[in-house]
């Protein structure tokens, strides 16, 4: 499981490839300054919000409802909304904002209170979240409610904490499936690692895109 809270364990030199290699908007690598910068003051892994921002945002490109102007990075709707309209979602005055209120609505479902923030309160439903999970899976069904966005978000994260410059000229890197394998030690330092290759006219997509069968790596 991914939990909410934690150190963070990618740079930003890390997440600024790992968005460049998404294909994202330009506008989601710039945001992702302050996500290292105010994700550490709230206690949590700067990887999970940039991850939910990727998703939510599809990588910055804003495909969905919610317009870029609104600066809205966690598609945060309004108290009153009726449907899945851009009048739908609220509208924040700069990306700073709109980071800080993300942060601020994801340390509530964490179970966090106004009195344990760094700052005053801006998320404008902070008060209304009462569904609280330990991690970041458990936002399924309670951030929204299809019962797999968590596991959707947590596969954004993992391939954004997996990210490396490939170690071979030439090699690219392609994350594979988070249903590949399970996760171990999290929170821990990564100090060594062992290259696993594997061969094959439909290597990639096996690797990337489908989950039978497993595939052994260790870190």
Known sequence: MTP??????VTLSQAVSWAHQRGA??????????????????????ENPIGQASWETNDGKYTGQVPPSYHNWCGLKTKDATGDRPEDHYVFANDE??????????????????ASLPDPVVDPRFHLVTNFTDTMEGLGGAWAPSASYGTNVVKRINSLK?????????????????EHFA?????????????????????????????????????
């Open 25 to 46: 908007h330009q506008r989601f690598v710039d945001v992702l300054p302050l996500y290292l910068k105010h994700a550490a003051r709230y206690g949590m892994p700067s």
């Open 183 to 219: 996760a171990g030690r999290q929170g821990k330092r990564i100090i060594g690692g062992a290259q696993h290759y594997s061969a094959g006219p439909n290597s990639v997509n096996w690797l990337s895109t489908t989950s039978k069968p497993p595939v052994s790596v260790q870190f």
């Open 162 to 178: 997996a990210h490396m410059q490939a170690q071979i000229p030439g090699f690219i890197w392609i994350p594979a499936d988070a």
């Open 4 to 9: 909410i809270f934690g150190p963070t364990t």
């Open 97 to 114: 904002q709109g980071v800080v209120v993300h942060l601020q609505h994801l340390a509530r479902y964490g179970g966090r209170t106004p």
